[in-house]
T-cell receptor, first 115, second 110 residues
Framework: DAMVIQNPRYQVTQFGKPVTLSCSQT?????MYWYQQKSSQAPKLLFH???????NEADTPDNFQSRRPNTSFCFLDIRSPGLGDAAMYLC??????????????FGDGTRLSIL | SQELEQSPQSLIVQEGKNLTINCTSS?????LYWYKQKYGEGLIFLMM?????EEKSHEKITAKLDEKKQQSSLHITASQPSHAGIYLC??????????FGTGTRLKVLA
């Protein structure tokens, strides 16, 4: 089945130690998104890629970066994680203009803990 | 900026009972989506509503969008333990921009 896969499901890192979260998709969708969801809060859009075009949300901290080397993969890099960055990180994809039954397809998320 | 407010924040019901979750937008909705999230997992798409007055059903879940397109409700009939989770409403707010409500945590007691 075509899907969005996030690795790892759980990630633990130390305060200030760079960490990378991975997302891959087999849907061949143009757009890939990264969301941050803190406990009991709504998912918050960090940025998205339309193909190779990167679009950062205005309030996304500089500490968060992203890379999309090809259509299938997208990475979230946190350069110096702070305790406030502990959250669930969700990857999603969409295909503009296609007749789909849902606006975005989500992965199962990566839960990031900071020690 | 547009915001989505959900009510109630949490809900505990006995198995077999009906329940309703509401989602209110601060601005007119152009696409309203309902998702279910199991604890610690990703979002599972339930339904999409786009037209004022639209109503959709899937199994025991019915979602409606009001005529003014500022409020949506999700109704579950004869709830089961499998319905437990967090229900989130989401909306289009621009090109490749989506916002979500803070969710309603549902617990169904067997």
């Amino acid at each position: 089945d075509a899907m969005v896969i996030q690795n790892p499901r759980y990630q633990v890192t130390q305060f200030g130690k760079p960490v990378t979260l991975s997302c891959s998709q087999t849907l061949n969708h143009n757009v890939m998104y990264w969301y941050q969801q803190k406990s009991s809060q709504a998912p918050k859009l960090l940025f998205h890629y339309y193909d190779k075009d990167f679009n950062n949300e205005a309030d996304t901290p500089d500490n968060f970066q992203s890379r999309r080397p090809n259509t299938s993969f997208c990475f979230l890099d946190i350069r110096s994680p702070g305790l406030g960055d502990a959250a669930m990180y969700l990857c999603a994809t969409s295909s503009p203009g296609s007749i789909e039954d849902q606006p975005q397809h989500f992965g199962d998320g990566t839960r990031l803990s900071i020690l | 900026s547009q915001e989505l407010e959900q009510s109630p924040q949490s809900l505990i019901v006995q198995e077999g009972k009906n329940l309703t979750i509401n989602c209110t937008s601060s601005k007119t909705l152009y696409g309203l989506y309902w998702y279910k999230q199991k604890y610690g997992e990703g979002l599972i798409f339930l339904m999409m509503l786009q037209k004022g007055g639209e109503e959709k059903s899937h199994e025991k879940i019915t979602a409606k969008l009001d005529e003014k397109k500022q409020q949506s409700s999700l109704h579950i009939t004869a709830s089961q333990p499998s319905h437990a989770g967090i229900y989130l409403c989401g909306a289009d707010v621009g090109t490749y921009k989506y916002i979500f409500g803070t969710g309603t945590r549902l617990k169904v007691l067997a």
